[in-house]
């Protein structure tokens, strides 16, 4: 059985950090993009940082560049999200998505999600 478990979310003060982990279970992590997802409230899922598994190229996107590291250990199938310097505005569920493409922020190439983690920073 594919499984993803995010974890690490939470309520912290703008300017703070948070890390959010996701585990992943029934798959071959190492031949998987992973990446993270967000979803505010009333708005759509956008793509936040996916990291592929060749070469294991970083992309991010353009409102997270800077602040947010996306890292993943092979060993321990598990894909980091590093929040730094957070935002009212980062205030979402953060999802963790695994896909086969290569290197794709397309939240369409990704078949497998998490049930979601809840991030709420407060001004």
């Known amino acids: 059985q594919v499984q993803l478990v995010e974890s690490g979310g939470g309520s912290v003060q703008a300017g703070q950090s948070i890390r959010l982990s996701c585990v992943a279970s029934g798959l071959p992590f190492g031949e998987y993009t992973m990446g993270w997802f967000r979803q505010a409230p009333g708005k759509g899922r956008e793509f936040v940082s996916a990291s592929s598994w060749l070469h294991g190229r970083a992309d991010y996107a353009d409102s997270v560049k800077g602040r947010f590291t996306i890292s993943r250990d092979n060993a321990q199938n598990t894909v980091y999200l590093q929040m730094n310097t957070l935002k009212p505005e980062d205030t979402a569920v953060y999802y963790c998505?695994?896909?086969?493409?290569?290197?794709?922020?397309?939240?369409?190439?990704?078949?497998?999600w998490g049930q979601g983690t809840q991030v709420t920073v407060s001004s």
């Open positions: 998505a695994a896909s086969l493409v290569v290197r794709t922020v397309d939240q369409s190439e990704y078949k497998t």
